[in-house]
């Protein structure tokens, strides 16, 4: 069975400090497709990074990076100088290849203190 | 890139009622269509999964009969909670998936029922 944990409920840092969010997951495929939303406030979820199983390529996109690490299961997300903008709930994601279903993480809340 | 859009943004209604909640893919056909619940401070539990002209796959403990999704169309899903009770307060957001592009999902902006 599919399964994502994220560990960290809440998570607050001071703005310009770095902070990693955690993200475990289960499945027995073979093939699958990670990811990370950010869901501010206003509840619409934003797309962050879709990764497949096979690429476990770290990436980089401006202050975001991501580490993706099969050996442990993990998808980490990791904010670099983090900004007030950034206070949000950040979902991680397993979606199997053909079924698209996403199973979500329970989300970590995020919040920067100016 | 892809939209989807979801309509009502918000609604209020009365215990009782029925309320309808539209899930429309913009630029792109969708063969399957996702409905996703999300209450306050809680991840999304997928409802149902629905694939256009059959019925709707629903989740265990998810109520066929009260949650109504007709997808009629490429573009179009419906989601109708009916006879709506406060219990079923919460945030409902769909997506949608193409078989093109990768098999890329779509997520639509989140529609959120208060029932009183």
């Known amino acids: 069975a599919q399964k994502v944990t994220q560990a960290q409920t809440e998570i607050s840092v001071v703005e310009k400090e770095d902070v990693t969010l955690d993200c475990v997951y289960e499945?027995?495929?073979?093939?699958?497709?990670l990811f990370w939303y950010k869901q501010p406030p206003s509840g619409e979820l934003v797309f962050l990074i879709r990764r497949n199983s096979f690429d476990e390529q770290n990436e980089i996109s401006g202050r975001y990076s991501w580490n993706f690490q099969k050996s442990t299961s993990s998808f980490n997300f990791t904010i670099t100088a983090s900004q007030v903008v950034d206070s949000a709930v950040y979902f991680c994601?397993?979606?199997?290849?053909?079924?698209?279903?996403?199973?979500f993480g329970t989300g970590t809340s995020l919040t920067v203190i100016p | 890139g892809a939209v989807v859009s979801q309509h009502p943004s918000w609604v209020i209604c009365k215990s009782g009622t029925s309320v309808k909640i539209e899930c429309r893919s913009l630029?792109?056909?969708?063969?399957?269509m996702f409905w996703y619940r999300q209450f306050p401070k809680q991840s999304l539990m997928l409802m149902a999964t629905s694939n256009e002209g059959s019925k709707a796959t629903y989740e265990q403990g998810v109520e066929k009969d009260k949650f109504l999704i007709n997808h009629a169309s490429l573009t179009l899903s419906t989601l109708t909670v009916t006879s709506a009770h406060p219990e079923d307060s919460s945030f409902y957001i769909c997506?949608?998936?193409?078989?093109?592009?990768?098999?890329?999902?779509?997520f639509g902006p989140g529609t959120r029922l208060t029932v009183t």
């Open positions: 499945t027995r495929d073979t093939t699958y497709y």
């Open positions: 630029d792109f056909q969708a063969t399957t």
């Open positions: 997506s949608a998936r193409t078989p093109h592009a990768g098999d890329e999902q779509y």
């Open positions: 994601a397993l979606s199997e290849y053909t079924g698209n279903q996403f199973y």
